[in-house]
DNA sequence: GTCTATAATTAGATAGAC
DNA sequence: GTCTATCTAATTATAGAC
């Protein structure tokens, strides 16, 4: 070790995961913005500043880059809604004020979500499989322990967790239409804030 | 009149309109699910059972043809948040499970709208502008209303709108994923009514 | 690993016969 | 108004020099 082939390697490591990160940070917007039939390589590219062709070469094609895209922005959501509360109601609160945060921060993955959602296909199907699934079972066990503890407002289950995103990420995933039509800008934190505590006041009972 | 030039302009009349109603509905599935830029004017025709090259006749271009489609979308809201109540309370209440039974049964205007206010552009602001603005304005003033009566809950003026239209819509935007993740169908009448009843729940007082 | 060049496909739009 | 054929430009992906 030490030797010149080490560093090379070591070298050409690192740079390789930097233009990966880059590439995929750039697919965050572009998938976003376009949806996933919407945006081109290239686009993704030019803004990762790299070559449209380091694509192919660092993920085997255009979709695998959209899963990979998939895999971050879950690790995301786990990072932000990360819970170490212990008291039920204490915990649904801060799960809430979380999503609202998250929602703010990373508007991008409810952007795709919409996309993706709208119609069956594969990319859906793994998803849900996937990184939906088994957040909505824990999300669903909590809200109906809460209902019975009378935490939780009158809410059934199968609806409690499309009414609370929707609620939570549309002002956020629509944030230039907010802006120009009603002059916030939803991702300040005072605005932030005051979603978070009506998201409360709306879900859960005093 | 009556001669075969007139019976011929009449029938062509007639088979034009209809060609290019087709062309629009085929547009809001494909613009929904798709959005403008995923969405290929071929397949647009092919779904209205027409050749691609009649929407370059028809309209003017394919931008053309999304104008057209938002037009026929905002008659369509209209006609089903039509609203003949007096009184506030019931008027709003009507209001809101408008906004349940739209979103269920033509899901692809929210599904346009998330595309189109993901980022800003031309089409952006003109819907904004030309639709979107005088609902919303006409919304604000009703809620600021009901608030000062005590019906409606506490939530600002400048988050209530996309709040309530993110509950609405959202479980009905994404029904593909819905149906598969929780194995519910959102646009089922029980369900439609249930969703109502819950939004009226936690937007109004008792 | 990068980058130029390019292959293969598909896009929106138009020309012109009917 | 319709429909075939086609133009130009843009797309994803690959080949191969470096």
Redesign the interface.
Known sequence: MGDDATAKRRGSYKSSELVRGRLIDAAIIEF???????SSTRAIARRADAHQPQINYHFESKEALWYAVMDRMMEEVDEHLDNDETEIKAMIEHLIRGLVRFAAAR?ELN?M????????SQR??WL?ETH??PR?DLFIAGWIELREAGVA????P??A???????????H??????E???G?TPSDPA?VQ??AD??V???LND
Do not use: K
């Not at 976003?32 to 919407?38: I, P, V």
């Not at 407002?153 to 059934?156: G, N, S, W």
């Open positions: 976003a913005t376009h949806g996933f039939e919407g508007p952007r979500m919409i996309h993706e959602a709208s119609a069956p859906l199907t849900i939906i699934r909505y407002r009158d809410v059934p199968e609806l967790y499309h009414l609370m995103i929707g609620a939570a990420s549309l002002l995933a629509n944030a230039p239409e907010v120009q039509l009603i916030i605005t005051a979603h009506t998201m006041r709306l879900f």
